[in-house]
């Protein structure tokens, strides 16, 4: 399993960065993404997951309605839609990959419970991450 992301740099507060993770060495509808990043001095933080072979998506609190997370399957590509960043955005961002069925699961956990976070546990392959910051 490999992925590799893209996509980051410096942005201005209120500024939309696109990032794509490239995945590659398994079978795609078979595994769920998942993206989180992890700020200098801080703990790693799930920003959303997909599915990849329905495309559910989960975005966190922290996010919501202005990250968006998609998909290209004939491409084995999956992306993070930043808008409206702001400088707490700042942070290495890193996609992730785990069997669909722990994402599936986790997301019909979020009916029942919906201040259930991301565990970066939960995701076995990790990217090398991507550098995001946010100027004020």
């Known amino acids: 399993v490999q992925l590799v992301e893209s996509g980051g740099g410096l942005v201005q507060a209120g500024g939309s960065l696109r990032l794509s993770c490239e995945a590659s060495g398994f079978d795609f509808a078979e595994y769920g993404i998942g993206w989180f990043r992890q700020a200098p001095g801080k703990g790693r933080e799930g920003v959303g997951c997909?599915?990849?072979?329905?495309?559910?998506?989960h975005e966190a609190d922290s996010v919501k309605g202005r990250f968006t997370i998609s998909r290209d399957a004939a491409k084995n590509m999956v992306y993070l839609q930043m808008n409206n960043l702001k400088p707490e955005d700042t942070a290495v961002y890193y996609c992730t990959a785990t069997v669909n069925r722990v994402v599936a699961g986790f997301l019909l956990t979020l009916r029942f419970k919906e201040d259930t976070k991301m565990k970066a546990d939960d995701y076995d392959y990790w990217g090398q991450g991507t550098q995001v910051t946010v100027s004020t």
């Open positions: 997909i599915t990849l072979n329905d495309g559910a998506t």
